[in-house]
């Protein structure tokens, strides 16, 4: 399951670099597909969940997407978004089968990635980018990381925090 998830990751990577590439389309297609091979393997997820996380997602990222200049630069952004949305959140599903040790890895590579690309926007001159601007930058490196760090990282700090329960639970058990 561990190596599904992995794949599912660089697909969702080569999705990604088609929709920057002007082929948002077939991005979309990629991350559709991912989304169905996760959900055709995993038998017992909850698609009202899945549904529930997708649409939590994709509100604030519609919200934010509007006010920018994205859109304007890359035509098929809602309906790409909306395959990362339902894609993440099937990833979701398949982050808390796991224990935090595992999902811990995958977590520290998107945050090394993220941060690398912002140093790399921030050291980049503004004059390459005047027409889609620096700020419109970081939002896309906030829309290409954060729907995949975020549910890891609540994955990592709900797995901690339930191991630390169960610790207290059972010193208490011992001294009692």
């Not at 519609?62 to 994205?70: P, T, W, Y």
């Amino acid at each position: 399951m561990k190596r599904l998830l992995i794949y599912n990751y660089w697909t969702m990577i080569f999705a990604w670099c088609m929709y920057l590439n002007g082929w948002s389309l077939f991005g979309s297609a990629a991350g559709i597909l991912a989304t169905i091979i996760l959900l055709m393997v995993k038998s017992e997820a909850d698609p009202w969940r899945i549904v529930a996380v997708a649409v939590l997602m994709y509100c604030p990222i519609l919200l934010v997407l509007n006010f920018s200049r994205i859109p304007l630069f890359f035509p098929g952004s809602y309906f790409f978004l909306a395959a990362v949305c339902f894609n993440t959140a099937a990833v979701n599903e398949y982050l808390y089968l796991f224990r935090a040790k595992v999902v811990m890895p995958i977590l520290t590579i998107i945050l090394i990635s993220m941060t690398v690309l912002t140093i790399l926007i921030a050291v980049l001159p503004s004059e390459l980018y005047t027409l889609f601007g620096k700020s419109n930058l970081y939002l896309m490196d906030a829309f290409i990381f954060l729907p995949y760090l975020i549910p890891a990282a609540a994955c990592v700090i709900y797995k901690t925090c339930l191991l630390h329960a169960s610790e207290n639970r059972q010193k208490k058990s011992l001294l009692q």
